[in-house]
């Protein structure tokens, strides 16, 4: 069974920045592909960035430029580092994986997540 346990979650002011942890087992570690998406209550899940097992990146236009997303082979680990936090990135984030293709638009019907990490962003 896959595991992924995400961390790094907080509450921050407007600007500032987080990174979020994800640590998987070495099952979910293989998977082509592994990213974050996010769901805030009453609204849709959507899917932030995605990274392929070649390291290419995709990001949501919402997102593009202020969030990055990459991975510790050693240790395992997604990351999600998020800068200059506005309040609509207030969400539980999700790490997740899945198998190819890589998409964004896939990313949040994976049956391989974790059981999340809030975020909160006040103005």
């Known amino acids: 069974q896959v595991q992924l346990v995400e961390s790094g979650g907080g509450s921050v002011q407007v600007g500032e920045s987080l990174r979020l942890s994800c640590v998987a087992d070495?099952?979910?570690?293989?998977?082509?592909?592994m990213g974050w998406f996010r769901q805030a209550p009453g609204k849709e899940r959507e899917a932030v960035a995605v990274?392929?097992?070649?390291?290419?990146?995709v990001y949501a236009g919402s997102v593009k430029g202020r969030f990055t997303v990459f991975k510790d082979n050693v240790k395992r680990t997604l990351y999600l580092q998020m800068n200059n936090l506005k309040p609509e990135d207030t969400s539980m984030y999700y790490c997740?994986?899945?198998?190819?293709?890589?998409?964004?638009?896939?990313?949040?019907?994976?049956?391989?997540r974790g059981q999340g990490t809030q975020v909160t962003v006040s103005s």
């Open positions: 997740a994986t899945s198998g190819p293709p890589c998409a964004l638009a896939l990313l949040p019907d994976s049956a391989y």
């Open positions: 070495e099952y979910a570690y293989m998977s082509y592909c």
């Open positions: 990274i392929d097992s070649s390291g290419d990146t």
